[in-house]
């Protein structure tokens, strides 16, 4: 492999990334920045001109998802595509995919036939609603997902009606759920020495990511309603105005308020009735927004923070994205990573949000042109008719 490693952790693994859009690409992006060898399947310019599904193959979004990777070109709508996937495929440790359940299966490519090719190959598939029950073969679109896993109708503000997240957030935890699960069977195949199939979809890692309040509906009966910025259970938790922006300011527990009350310069709060309680405050939030929102506007956001956590009480500034990563502790973290790309040169992408001390991550090398690699892993692979191949619309 011509490439360099990104990472040493995962430097044994080679990944068969079948998947398009976001989900899949996010779960072999895990892979790839650990290391692995992750090897992207795309069908040839003569099959789709684009090269895309999803974002374009410029884009800055395009990029940041498949960096560290190589990129084969593969006719999969011939039967010399996928006899060159099979052989493809004995050699890897994991495939992720995210057809919708029917074209795997129509492609021979489900778990069972891969299992035929390979005992050891573990299959991490995303799909928008599970590979089988009635929504089985719905097309999945994170919008869609974030509607009926209820995310939406608890975003926003009050009455405002339903309200998107505004990242696309089921994308993005099917596609890392799927990692943390093909990982999982990675480690318990060192025990058994067979593979598995995993499955995940865009609703149920939805719906896991609902947390606390999916799970006070599942053990209550409450059904949480939206609450804007204020936090639904912790009060006062939320956005609140200065002379130059907004800061947010967050209260769990009693002690917390009350330093909070102390640092505004209204001690009287702590024993005022209607906020002596978290019950309290929850009933008279709104008193209690507006009384605090009538301090806050007197000074800048500078000033609030720096007073508040001096105090003991959580505060931090509201950012636009430029501010985000002009941030000294974001700086100090290199979240924002270096990077090398084809369409925009040297450059900075999103970088892994953990570090492991021994085995670091990196940006090892730029984004794959379609099919960059085709020929050097047909190699690999002990083929070498390339003409012939291209020939018959293969890759």
């Known amino acids: 492999m011509t490439i360099p490693k990104a990472s040493d952790a995962l430097k044994d693994i080679r990944v068969i990334d079948l998947s398009r859009v976001r989900s899949g690409p996010t779960a072999a992006r895990q892979f790839a920045d650990w290391g692995a060898d992750v090897i992207k399947v795309e069908p040839p310019e003569s099959v789709e001109p684009d090269g895309a599904l999803g974002a374009g193959r410029d884009t800055a979004d395009f990029q940041n998802l498949q960096r560290n990777k190589r990129s084969i070109t593969l006719n999969l709508k011939t039967e010399g595509g996928i ?118 979809s865009l609703l149920q890692s939805q719906i896991f990511m609902l947390d606390f309040q999916a799970a006070r509906w599942l053990t209550q009966g409450d059904i949480p309603k939206q609450a804007g910025n204020d936090h639904p259970t912790s009060i006062p938790t939320g956005v609140f105005p200065t002379t130059d922006g907004t800061i ?111 085995t670091p991550s990196h940006i090892a090398t730029h984004p794959p042109a379609r099919g960059e690699h085709t020929e050097e892993i047909l190699n690999e692979l002990g083929i070498n008719d390339f003409n012939q191949l291209r020939a018959n619309n293969i890759i």
Not at 300 to 328: C, N, Q, R
């Open 83 to 200: 006899n060159v996937l099979r052989e493809l495929i004995k050699t890897a440790d994991v495939v992720i995919e995210n057809f919708r359940p029917d074209v795997k299966n129509r492609l021979g490519l489900d778990y069972e036939s891969l299992r035929d090719i390979n005992p050891r190959i573990i299959l991490g598939s995303i799909s928008g609603f599970g590979q089988d029950g009635p929504y089985a073969k719905r097309p999945g679109f994170d919008q869609i997902a974030q509607g009926m896993g209820g995310l939406m109708s608890i975003t926003g503000e009050p009455g405002g009606g339903p309200m998107r997240v505004g990242i696309p957030i089921a994308d993005l935890c099917a596609g890392l759920f799927c990692a943390m699960g093909v990982l999982t069977a990675l480690y318990e195949r060192e025990r058994s020495g067979e593979g598995q199939w995993v499955q995940t």
């Open 248 to 358: 947010n300011i967050a209260c769990a527990g009693e002690a917390i308020w009350q330093r909070c009350a102390i640092a505004l310069g209204h001690p009287e709060w702590i024993e005022d009735p209607r906020f002596a309680t978290n019950e309290d405050r929850s009933g008279n939030r709104k008193i209690m927004n507006e009384l605090i929102a009538q301090i806050t506007q007197t000074n800048s956001s500078h000033y609030w923070v720096d007073l508040l956590l001096e105090k003991g009480v959580p505060a931090g500034p509201i950012y636009t994205m430029d501010e985000v990563f002009d941030d000294p502790q974001v700086r100090h973290l290199g979240i924002a990573a270096d990077a090398n790309t084809l369409p925009f040169g040297k450059t900075k992408l999103v970088g892994q949000p953990f570090t492991m001390n021994r």
